[in-house]
């Protein structure tokens, strides 16, 4: 079996999901692949090349690229993810998150809870992927007649962020509120949250917030929980296995694949209540991370401790909806999620969201869109 070697450089949990998106090509390939560490010292490239004589190599770059520079393969096909420019072109091609995409999204989020004012709040040292979001940014809100304030931190503030939170404080509190603030990524969101929460203001009446990478350690560690845009992580493990087989194959792909969004992992960060009701919170958020496993009415109304018909009617009034609804909601867009993907069969997809079969699936999707779900993917 042929090898491939794969180079690892971030610590976030995602890392399994891109390594598990390019296994499902390895497979189909006859690949076997091949994890190298190299979050913490440069790997000595050489000798793992004359150790495993592999066909190919891929560097997952997400957690930065300096161990990289001026690295030597031996000639070998050779693909990046999420590189910095220095990393990619040549005879390296890219696979890379859709920064238009993702800001998009992140925008039109904040943008639907009608903010005066707009924040975007950037990296600790500037990146291409940093850049190239808050242009994006920039193009949606002026197109929405708005202007988006920007601010980062220091390099410095990555080991000493309770210095940026009491900055960030103060541009926070001089913001026309409501604001909408776009954090560049969730280690930048969950500092935002921080500064926001030190200043008394209610989240997301006075402030919204939402970043990129939908890490759960951080965003459902944060208070309260942080709305992310969710990166395809599957599809840029499949897409850098597919451009590193082309390469083996002496074809020439492009030098830079996007891989379109996953979707929103919508939290208490951007979530209005008409009525502010901690049971209605709670219930809501258990909405969010179990619609899709079977959950029922009965089971999100114990929460309040009352009767079924006063649950219902306290809901109700916090979300204009009935918790049915909402759990109906959080399913299909879960199954949305999936089906932009293109990863996976209509049947795995009503079995992953709920559904008893993919008939019943089917049904619900016409009901809510006028379309079944094969023809509203395409």
Not at 2 to 13: A, E, P, Q, S
Not at 35 to 45: E, H, I, L, N, T
Not at 148 to 174: K, M, T, W
Not at 334 to 359: H, K, M, P, Q
Request: hydrophobic share 45%; net charge neutral; proline share 6%.
């Amino acid at each position: 079996m042929k090898t491939v070697l794969v180079f690892r450089t971030t610590n976030r949990g995602t890392w399994r999901e891109t390594f598990g998106g390019m296994t499902g090509f390895a497979k189909s390939a006859g690949w076997q692949l091949q994890p190298v560490d190299a979050r913490k010292a440069r790997p000595d490239f050489r000798a793992l090349l004359d150790f495993w004589h592999p066909v190919g190599v891929v560097i997952d770059a997400s957690g930065g690229t300096a161990f990289f520079k001026g690295a030597d393969f031996g000639g070998l096909p050779a693909v990046a993810i999420n590189p910095e420019d220095e990393l990619a072109g040549g005879n390296m091609p890219a696979v890379a998150n859709d920064a238009d995409e993702i800001s998009r999204l992140a925008m039109e989020e904040l943008l639907r809870l009608a903010p005066e004012s707009l924040l975007f709040v950037g990296w600790f040292a500037e990146r291409d992927w940093c850049v190239a979001r808050r242009k994006a940014a920039q193009k949606v809100a002026t197109l929405h007649g708005m202007s988006l304030r920007l601010v980062s931190p220091e390099p410095g503030d990555a080991a000493n962020p309770i210095h940026f939170i009491e900055c960030l404080a103060i541009q926070i509190a001089a913001l026309p509120k409501p604001c909408g603030i776009y954090a560049v990524a969730d280690d930048v969101g969950r500092l935002v949250l921080a500064a926001s929460v030190r200043l008394g203001l209610d989240i997301p009446g006075d402030v919204s917030v939402v970043s990129v990478d939908d890490d759960p350690e951080v965003c459902e560690n944060c208070t309260p929980t942080l709305t992310s845009i969710r990166p395809d992580y599957r599809g840029l493990g499949f897409e850098a296995a597919l451009v590193l087989k082309r390469l083996i194959d002496d074809e020439t792909p492009p030098s830079v694949t996007t891989v379109s969004v996953a979707g929103v992992m919508r939290r208490a960060s951007t979530v209005f209540l008409r009525r502010r009701d901690p049971k209605v919170a709670e219930a809501l958020e258990m909405i969010r991370l179990h619609a899709c496993d079977g959950l029922r009415t009965a089971r999100v109304a114990a929460v309040f401790g009352t009767s079924l018909h006063t649950a219902e009617d306290r809901f109700r009034a916090a979300t204009g909806q009935t918790i049915g609804q909402a759990i109906m909601d959080r399913r299909l867009s879960t199954a949305c999620d999936y089906l932009r993907a293109g990863r996976s069969s209509i049947e795995a997809i009503a079995n992953f969201c709920g559904w008893t079969s993919a008939v019943a699936f089917r049904k619900a999707f016409i009901a809510r869109f006028g379309l079944p779900p094969g023809k509203w993917a395409h």
